[in-house]
Structure formats: C-alpha cells, structure tokens
C-alpha cells in the first residue's frame, strides 16, 4: 500500500471571511504552477480542505514542492482505502511508519458515514492495537503522541492521514498585490523579497548594472537569486536598469558624503517610475535598520523623500545574524555570497555621511540636472523574466508613454 494523496491544511487563510473562496482560488493556481514537473497530480478542493492527488508520482518529491507554496499551514500524507478492517488495518500502519522515530501515537477517528457499524470507541483500539503488534518499542500516549494518526470514514472509504508537515504558511503569492523589489546580489534584498512574498505579495524586481564596474557574472547572481525567489511563487520580472552614466555623474558633481545617500535616492526615483508603468503599488528594500551607513533613519528620511510610493523594509527590525538563518534556509545564501560586487559598492565613499538631510540633499542635487539621465536609465532598461527552473526570457521594455 501507498499514499494517494496529500492533505492541505490552511492557517491563516482560514480566517478569511467572504474573500476565503479568492484565496482558495489562488492557493489552488499556485499549486498548480509548482506542480507542473509532476504532470499526473491533480488537485482538489474541498470544503475547508484541499488535496494532491499523486497518481502515481513520487510522494517525497511532490511533498517538498508544496511545502514552498504560501498559503499553506501544514500538510499530511494520506492514503483513501476502503471500509474493511483488514485495509484500514494496513493504512494506519503505513501513516504510523512515516512518523521515523515515533516512540508513542495516538489514534483518532470519527464517522462522517453513520452507518459504518464499528463506533469511533472501537475503531480506535482495534487499530492502535494492530500498530502495537507489528512494531517495537511503542506505546499509545493519548494526551501528547509524537505522532497522531486520524481516520475518517466517510461514504466513498476510509481517509487516513499521517503526521503533520510543515507548510511555507503566510498567504498565497499575489492575493494582496505587487510589489516591485530592489534586488541586488546581497543577502539581505532576497530575504526582503522572501518574506513580503510571504504575505501574498506577488513581485517584480529592479537591478541596477554599472558595466564595466559591474560584471556579466554579478548579473547572473541577481538572475540566480530571482530564480530562487520563483520557486516560492511565480515567475520574476528583473527591470535591469544601466546605472552606469549616472552613477559616474554622482561621482563627478556631487560632494562625497552625499553620494551613497543621492545614488539611493536615484534609484528610488527610476524604481518608482517603472513600478508606475507596470501597475505595481509599493517597492520593497533589503534595509536592516542601523546595519549601513545608508540605513540610519537620518538616510531613510532622506532617501524616502523622492517617491510617495509605500516601501515595505521586511528587514528593518532584525539584525544580520537573523537574516543569514533565514536566506540559508531559502537557499540564497551562497550566491549571495559569491565574489563579484553590484553596484552599491562602486565610488563608496570614504567617510559616507550617517545623517544625511534633505535639505543638505536637495541643495546638491539643484545644482546638478539629472533629469534626462534618468529619462534615458529608464528607457533602456530590459526585462528578464525568470522561472523556477531556471529559463528566462529577456525583451525589451517600452517607457516612452511614461517618459
């Protein structure tokens, strides 16, 4: 015997109110979309409930590709068999086996089918005594079991479901909007975006290239991050924009200490502008709050000037140590960490000003026009599209409208 299927339980998602079935709609399109290698599964959604059916594809597998989908709480696999003692018999001890290293369990059952003749008071025993027969070392604890075991017999057969694995939790990938992500090949930009898809958000990103102070290869680390990304929701746009111009402008007009804090404002300034003409409502930052020089609040208030667009700082609360943990375990750290340096660390200035004014910042930049270097940023950046396989597709972006 094997398992058929696999449970999805929802959390929060489950306290949704009338926009619940939109939810379920979403978590159900997601699904889908990350089960595409796995041609055979289909899903079903039930009240309060929704399942893979594996048809045959490897369970382990299909597993792990789920548990990287927002929306989900947590997840069982389960097997459907039918009203005899003898399959429910084997079905338990399959759920049972599943738990490895499981010293004591428990078994729940209900009726959905009253006409089962067997009550849930005998169900229960004469299955937890058939677990205690076939294995060593194992008893039953009733009050807190390393793994519990649920059967449910209802009219079509006997659904068994075994212990409980960890979803990705949070709400599905684009039931709360878009986002346009300030990605850079740091550890901290793809955690931001990890987490603000954590809340439903579905994201673009921007990436700003400064050949030939920036390579090819510090490009392929931002495509590789985004690709990273897209395994926990959908495909990534990347906006690459050349930065090249005025950054080299920054550094010919502007006084030292202001240009980390004029640089940032440059590009929240062109990020706004394509989030405009891709319908998105916010942007998200990899900031931590006191880690830079450009992360004080002083340069926050003063960067933020420009744009009047939300920015979401997932990371502004946590410190480095939490935000490695969290990129090892979502797989971006080491590219994060490969050698070849973006943009941010191209003209770093000596002694780069920690409390930047906007009065000081908008002094400077008076004296200096950008407006047409950032016109043509815009109008030459290009998009690749990445997926969670890996393929892109890149095309050209068309800004004049906006422009």
Do not use: W
Not at 22 to 41: A, R, S
């Amino acid at each position: 015997m094997k398992f058929d299927r696999i449970m999805i339980r929802y959390g929060e998602m489950a306290l949704k109110g009338k926009n619940k079935k939109l939810f379920e709609q979403k978590l159900k399109y997601n699904l889908t979309g990350k089960l595409k290698e796995f041609p055979e599964t289909t899903i079903e959604k039930t009240q309060g409930r929704m399942y893979v059916h594996l048809n045959g594809e490897p369970p382990r597998k299909v597993m792990e590709a789920c548990q990287k989908v927002f929306g989900i709480h947590s997840l069982s696999f389960a097997v459907n068999v039918d009203q005899t003692e003898e399959a429910m018999k084997e079905a338990v001890l399959l759920a049972f086996r599943d738990a490895e290293g499981a010293q004591t369990f428990k078994i729940s059952s209900k009726r959905t089918d009253k006409s089962f003749p067997l009550p849930s008071q005998e169900i229960n025993p004469m299955l937890g005594g058939h677990i205690l027969r076939n294995t060593d070392g194992v008893t039953v604890d009733v009050h807190r079991p390393d793994v519990e075991i649920k059967v449910e017999v209802r009219h079509e057969g006997v659904l068994v479901t075994a212990r409980d694995y960890p979803g990705a939790g949070g709400l599905p990938a684009g039931t709360t909007g878009k986002s346009l992500l300030m990605l850079s090949g740091g550890i901290d930009s793809p955690v931001a975006g990890y987490l603000t898809m954590k809340r439903g958000v579905e994201l673009e990103a921007v990436h700003f290239h400064s050949p030939p102070y920036t390579s090819e290869r510090a490009k392929q680390k931002v495509i590789d991050l985004a690709q990273e990304l897209a395994k926990f929701g959908s495909k990534v746009k990347i906006h690459v924009v050349p930065f090249t111009a005025v950054q080299q402008k920054i550094h010919r007009e502007m006084p030292s200490g202001y240009s980390m804090t004029i640089t940032r404002r440059m590009m929240m300034r062109i990020s706004e502008k394509i989030a405009e003409q891709q319908g998105i409502l916010s942007m998200t930052t990899g900031e931590s709050l006191g880690q830079v020089a450009s992360q004080t609040m002083e340069s926050m208030n003063t960067i933020n000037e420009v744009t009047n667009y939300p920015v979401i700082r997932p990371l502004a609360a946590m410190d480095k140590l939490e935000i490695i943990d969290i990129s090892r375990k979502i797989g971006t750290y080491d590219i994060s960490i490969r050698p070849f340096e973006d943009c941010c660390t191209v003209f770093v200035p000596k002694a780069p000003k920690t409390k930047p004014t906007r009065a000081n910042a908008n002094y400077y930049e008076s004296n200096t026009d950008f407006s047409e270097d950032l016109e043509k940023a815009v109008r030459e950046s290009y998009t690749i599209e990445v997926d969670a396989q890996g393929s892109t597709d890149q095309q050209e972006d068309a800004f004049d409208d906006l422009l």
